[in-house]
């Protein structure tokens, strides 16, 4: 199993900088791609990046290329989102995911790929 639980969500002032954390635990964590994905109220989880296993490939929602950084640091069981440039459209609930299969070359962006979820962590930003 892959258990993850994420922090760093807050209240930030739009154009501002927020970190998100997501800690992990099993023993695979260092063998799965890991994503992110965000859910505004109403509306459908959506898909904001992702991070081979490995680290070395990323991959990124158009909405938040160029503002948002994924990393991911294995010997501490973690991956990181790093959001700067803030916008209010940002604000939504942000959930860490650990992909269903092990060493995948590809880096996936569908929910379906995805087996192991966070509880997730509120982002609000303010205009």
């Known amino acids: 199993q892959v258990q993850l639980v994420e922090s760093g969500g807050g209240l930030v002032q739009a154009g501002g900088s927020l970190r998100l954390s997501c800690a992990a635990s099993?023993?695979?964590?260092?063998?799965?791609?890991m994503g992110w994905f965000r859910q505004a109220p109403e509306k459908e989880r959506e898909f904001v990046a992702a991070i081979s296993w490995n680290g070395g490939n990323t991959n990124y929602a158009d909405s938040v290329k160029g503002r948002f950084t994924i990393s991911r640091d294995n010997a501490k069981n973690t991956v990181y989102l790093q959001m700067n440039s803030l916008k209010p459209e940002d604000t939504a609930v942000y959930y860490c995911a650990a992909d269903a299969i092990s060493h995948r070359t590809v880096v996936v962006a569908t929910r379906g790929d995805y087996a192991y979820w966070g509880q997730g962590t509120q982002v609000t930003v303010s205009s």
């Open positions: 099993g023993r695979t964590f260092g063998s799965r791609t």
